[in-house]
């Protein structure tokens, strides 16, 4: 059973800073790439930053400059640095490992359960 755990939500106030993290669980062959993503009230969840076994990052443009992903592939953790954050990030963010490979040839997508960050004064 493979679990990600995520960790660092809490409350913030703009123009502060906040880092999360999400673990990996269980019995796994090697994890692809990770990420992160968020889901604000009433809004779709969007894509925040994702990065590949060989560090390659990816970003949303709202995030670009402020928001930094790294990864300890040692202990299949991801975080995710938020620099600078404004009252608009405010979301459940959530991790995902969309391409865990449990044993050769099998393939499986998990998230996170989530984790709140309000930014607010």
């Known amino acids: 059973q493979v679990q990600l755990v995520e960790s660092g939500g809490g409350l913030v106030q703009p123009g502060g800073s906040l880092r999360l993290s999400c673990a990996a669980s269980?019995?796994?062959?090697?994890?692809?790439?990770m990420g992160w993503h968020r889901q604000a009230p009433g809004k779709e969840r969007e894509l925040v930053a994702t990065i590949s076994s060989g560090r390659t990052t990816n970003y949303a443009d709202s995030v670009k400059g402020r928001f930094t992903i790294s990864r300890d592939n040692a202990k299949n953790t991801v975080y995710l640095q938020m620099n600078n954050v404004k009252p608009e990030d405010t979301a459940v963010y959530y991790c995902r490992a969309p391409s865990v490979l449990l044993a050769p040839g099998l393939l499986k997508d998990y998230w996170g359960q989530g984790t709140q960050v309000t930014v607010s004064s």
């Open positions: 269980g019995r796994v062959f090697s994890i692809n790439t």
